[in-house]
């Protein structure tokens, strides 16, 4: 059975930083493309970045220069690091992957990241 399970949010001061880190059950970071979403109040989930299994990475134009995906195949786990923390970039932060023989996107419990003074 497929588990994520985030970690690493936080209140934060505008300007400031936070890793978040997604453990996951078995080889699925090593062997599928990772992404991390998020969700504000009032407003649909959003993909914020993606990782491939060969390593090629994309972002929102929202964060990008700003955040950086990245997987330790060895840990099974993939992180996101922000940096430059803005007000807006508060929300539930989820990581997701696709498994295609299931033919289902699994989904982690989420993360806070509030962006505060």
């Known amino acids: 059975q497929v588990q994520l399970v985030e970690s690493g949010g936080g209140l934060v001061q505008p300007g400031g930083s936070l890793r978040l880190s997604c453990a996951a059950s078995?080889?699925?970071?090593?062997?599928?493309?990772m992404d991390w979403y998020r969700q504000a109040p009032g407003k649909q989930r959003e993909l914020v970045a993606t990782?491939?299994?060969?390593?090629?990475?994309s972002y929102a134009d929202s964060v990008k220069d700003r955040f950086t995906i990245s997987r330790d195949n060895a840990k099974n786990t993939a992180y996101l690091q922000t940096n430059s923390l803005k007000p807006e970039d508060t929300a539930v932060y989820y990581c997701?992957?696709?498994?295609?023989?299931?033919?289902?996107?699994?989904w982690g419990q989420g993360t806070q990241v509030t962006v505060s003074s």
């Open positions: 990782i491939t299994s060969g390593g090629s990475t």
């Open positions: 997701s992957t696709f498994i295609a023989v299931d033919f289902r996107r699994y």
């Open positions: 078995g080889s699925i970071v090593r062997f599928n493309t």
